[in-house]
């Protein structure tokens, strides 16, 4: 009964370096959202998908951000050209349909020097 | 969009005592308001949800009550033990548009002492 699954739990990047974040929904769940926690803050929704689809993208910076969910494999937020601001935990969820109770997922920490 | 503040940010209790948190929503399309809790450096977890088609939802030594008309709602833990101690957030949504996403609030860190 695998729950949802993040890697890598801790990344390390360097100013202008590129970070990519991985997420596995758990069994039979089709619809993932990315949130962000700043240290000390609450959540803040990014981004939610489907299968092959971008459904909203309202909470994702215009620039250097973007998420995938393939057909086949994780979905994945890349964050190109990083900068120190870019430093939290990124969080996804998954749900089995969209007005379902949404799972969260360990995180990933990146920190970026 | 929505937004939905949360309070008291830090909330401190004896062991044995109820807590209460309270949020309170702006958008009135908002359907769906779960509860998370939140240990130092894990994921969030769920502990109680409600839909507003309830105004109150119970689950051992914790509750959730809401006010539609007034856009707030709560969550009420009774004899708090200290492994209750974490962060807690609250959150809002609604199924309009294309999906579900949670709005949440700032977070309350309940600390319950011996």
């Known amino acids: 009964n695998a729950g949802v699954m993040q890697n890598p739990r801790h990344l390390v990047r360097r100013r202008g370096q590129e970070a990519r974040l991985r997420c596995s929904p758990m069994?039979?769940?089709?619809?993932v959202y990315w949130y962000r926690q700043l240290p000390e803050e609450g959540l803040k929704f990014m981004v939610y998908l489907q299968k092959e689809n971008i459904i909203d993208e309202s909470g994702m910076p215009k620039e250097r951000f973007s998420a995938e969910f393939p057909k086949e494999g994780p979905s994945i937020l890349r964050i190109q050209q990083v900068v120190r601001g870019d430093s939290a935990a990124y969080f996804c969820a998954s749900s089995w349909d969209r007005t379902d109770t949404q799972y969260f997922g360990p995180g990933t920490r990146l920190t970026v020097l | 969009g929505e937004n939905v503040e949360q309070h008291p940010s830090t909330l401190s209790v004896q062991e044995g005592d109820s807590a209460v948190i309270k949020c309170t929503y702006s958008?009135?399309?908002?359907?769906?308001f779960p509860w998370y809790k939140q240990e130092l450096g894990k994921r969030p977890q769920l502990i109680i949800d409600?839909?507003?088609?309830?105004g109150e939802k119970k689950d051992q030594r914790i509750a959730v009550t809401l006010n539609k008309t007034a856009k707030h709602f709560s969550l009420h833990i009774t004899e708090t033990q200290p492994e209750d101690s974490a962060v807690y957030f609250c959150a809002a949504s609604s199924d309009k548009g294309g999906g579900n996403k949670l709005t949440f609030g700032t977070g309350t860190q309940l600390k319950v002492e011996l």
């Open positions: 958008d009135s399309a908002s359907n769906y």
């Open positions: 409600i839909r507003s088609n309830v």
């Open positions: 069994k039979g769940h089709s619809h």
